[in-house]
């Protein structure tokens, strides 16, 4: 099954904490050391890292991905 993980890194850069939501495909839990693409998807200045979910992308994705239209990859 598809999640749609959150978490956060301290950024050096900012001096802060900066939130981050990754959406991981359905074989991503148990595959050892196989790697995956990914796409990286930044939000707007007005928008954070709940935009993903917020705007109704990730269903859209796990329908993509059970329908086999696009291969895994991590967002």
Same mark, same amino acid.
């Given at each position: 099954?598809?999640?749609?993980?959150?978490?956060?890194?301290?950024?050096?850069?900012?001096? $802060?904490?900066?939130?981050? +939501?990754?959406? *991981?495909?359905?074989?991503? /839990? %148990? &595959? =050892?050391? $196989?790697?995956?693409?990914? +796409?990286?998807? *930044?939000?707007?200045?007005? /928008? %954070? &890292? =709940?935009?993903?979910?917020?705007?109704?992308?990730?269903?859209?994705?796990?329908?993509?991905?059970? &329908?086999?239209?696009?291969?895994?990859?991590?967002?």
């Amino acid at each position: 099954m598809a999640e749609v993980r959150p978490g956060t890194f301290r950024s050096e850069a900012l001096g $802060r904490d900066v939130s981050y +939501v990754v959406d *991981l495909p359905p074989s991503y /839990e %148990g &595959s =050892g050391d $196989r790697r995956f693409p990914v +796409v990286y998807a *930044l939000h707007g200045l007005f /928008e %954070g &890292s =709940g935009f993903w979910e917020r705007r109704g992308l990730a269903p859209i994705l796990a329908s993509l991905r059970q &329908s086999k239209a696009v291969p895994e990859f991590l967002v």
